[in-house]
């Protein structure tokens, strides 16, 4: 009697148990996938597992753009607006608006110009230059900025170099890579009069010198680098330098530059990482119809050689990418090793927009070959050594706004036609190169073009000085003289304002350019 309450709690709970069974069953065969519904099955196994196997989300085809205009091929400016957030149409009009902008500078920065920055009254003509040495700056914090430049190798450079500072009219100094200054190091310089007067500094290196850098630093030096913007190039003092070609020597060079124009393969080329905004809107232009190839892949740091879903990373391994950015980076990869680098120098004309700054090794490897260069992209910035070579005579500069197809094109083929106009610009680009670009003697030529805008500077300007005060021997007479001359000679004057010189010079090259 007693056994009867617990068998009948007992029974309670095995009947309670199966009637949970029984929902739980039901509730799995609600669940349970019919036999038409595997599709369904497989996309929820897909969700689940989406950051890892992600189907392919980029409908470009790098085979769309061998014989069309790539941004007519579905996905490429998606692509480049997932991978780059870069926007053609948007960068075009904001171009557009701001092509005859006049350029501001920080009034707070304290800039100078040839005339308040270099003495020429202690220059005795003929010109000479002085090379700094390791035993000048024995025991001075400087010394770890210098880089032995071996001026004396090179015949013509070494026919200006003085041993006396006394005689110097300029002090040559070569940073190394990686150099940094610090406080007080250009007042500590021997022969600086302790403000870099007269001094030039030269910097090779892709960072280059930024204005910054200049102004708490180097006090009134000039600088020779490959940046020439507005923003820490000053006109008249500093100097633009080219850079040498990368690309190694061919076979068939000596053939290429003896091959015309009109018998090249190809219009236009250009090949090149996206390292400048120039860079990125040719890549928007590839037209195999038209003879022009331009193949821009995204720089490392958004794209690897390796990148793609399954690697979803650039160089910096930080931060993966979203699933469609990789994939953009595996379907543009095609395009970009398409094409030979070897194989697109043989054109008539080679694009040139900046690189990482606006001295790029493209220009020296395009003449080298006997293209005709075609600058993109340098309304305010300079060319390399513009005192010592006239670009204008056998090279192109367009506007980064130009309108390819109706505009650039057609240009470069009438240009074609004129057989004895592009064979003159040809053969003055080739002339160029072997002058001021050649590899041969290492940075020999670059030397001599650094030299040679120095001599040009203190020859015309210093004959000129002496030339006044020779007519007018008196004091009133001289006096006289230096106001015709504007003033030019007295210490600290200003010519014009900076901004005013910077913006008069692109004006004067406005004829250079090409607009639509």
């Known amino acids: 009697m007693e056994d009867r309450p617990s068998r009948k709690l007992a029974a309670a709970v095995l009947g309670l148990l199966a009637g949970v069974g029984l929902i739980v069953s039901v509730v ?8 038409g519904d595997e599709s369904d099955e497989a996309g ?18 790098a085979t769309c753009a061998k014989d069309k205009l790539v941004t007519e091929c579905p996905g490429y400016r998606e692509c480049w607006l997932a991978v780059n957030d870069f926007n053609e149409t948007k960068m075009v009009l904001k171009r557009s608006k701001l092509r005859w902008k006049e350029l501001a500078v920080r009034p707070e920065r304290k800039w100078c110009d040839r005339w308040a920055c270099l003495d020429l009254r202690k220059c005795e003509l003929p010109f000479k230059i002085y090379q700094y040495t390791k035993e000048d700056l024995q025991g001075l914090p400087i010394r770890r900025c210098l880089y032995h430049a071996y001026l004396e190798r090179d015949p013509y450079v070494a026919e200006h170099l003085t041993d006396d500072p006394k005689r110097a009219c300029m002090f040559f100094f070569k940073i190394p890579k990686g150099c940094r200054f610090h406080d007080g190091d250009i007042e500590t310089l021997p022969y600086g009069n302790g403000t870099g007067i007269n001094h030039i500094f030269v910097d090779y290196y892709l960072e280059g010198i930024d204005a910054d850098t200049r102004e708490r630093f180097l006090g009134h030096a000039a600088i020779a680098q490959g940046h020439t913007g507005d923003d820490r190039f000053i006109h ?23 091959t015309p124009p009109w018998e090249r393969k190809y219009l236009v080329t250009f090949k090149g990482t996206a390292s400048d905004v120039s860079r990125k809107v040719a890549g928007f232009h590839n037209n195999p ?13 958004n794209c690897n050689a390796q990148t793609s879903v399954s690697r979803p990373y650039g ?27 070897g194989d697109l120098m043989n054109t008539s004309f080679a694009l040139v927009p900046p690189g990482q700054q606006p001295a790029t090794y493209r220009l020296a490897e395009v003449m080298e070959r006997g293209c005709i260069p075609v600058f993109f992209g340098y309304e305010h910035n300079l060319l390399p050594y513009e005192e010592l070579i006239d670009w204008s005579a056998f090279s192109l500069n367009l506007p ?62 210093t004959g000129r000085r002496l030339a006044a005060l020779s007519e007018s021997p008196s004091p009133a007479g ?21 901004a005013e010189m910077f913006n008069a010079s692109m004006r004067r090259r406005a004829e250079h350019l090409i607009y639509d």
């Open 236 to 258: 008249g003092l500093d100097i633009g330098i080219g850079h040498y070609g990368k690309f190694p020597p061919q076979r068939n060079d000596d053939a290429l530059r003896a």
């Open 315 to 341: 160089d910096n391994k930080r931060k993966p990418f979203g699933p469609f950015h990789a994939d953009c980076c595996r379907t543009l990869r095609p395009l970009y090793n398409s094409y030979g680098y």
């Open 400 to 461: 980064q706004d130009i309108d390819f197809e109706n505009m650039l094109y057609p240009r470069l083929e009438a240009l074609l036609r004129d057989r004895n106009k592009v064979l003159a610009m040809q053969k003055a680009a080739i002339d160029t190169w072997r002058q001021w670009f050649n590899t041969t003697n290492s940075f020999s030529a670059s030397y001599r073009a650094i030299v040679a805008t120095l001599e040009r500077r203190f020859m015309f300007q």
């Open 478 to 498: 001289g006096a006289a003289m230096m106001r015709y001359y504007g003033d030019s000679f007295a210490p600290g004057w200003r010519l014009r304002p900076r």
């Open 28 to 35: 799995h065969a609600s669940r349970r996938v019919a036999p």
């Open 289 to 301: 119809r038209r003879r022009a190839i331009f193949l821009v892949k995204p720089h490392p740091r």
């Open 44 to 61: 929820a196994e897909a969700k689940k597992s989406h950051r890892i196997e992600w189907p392919n989300r980029s409908f470009f085809n």
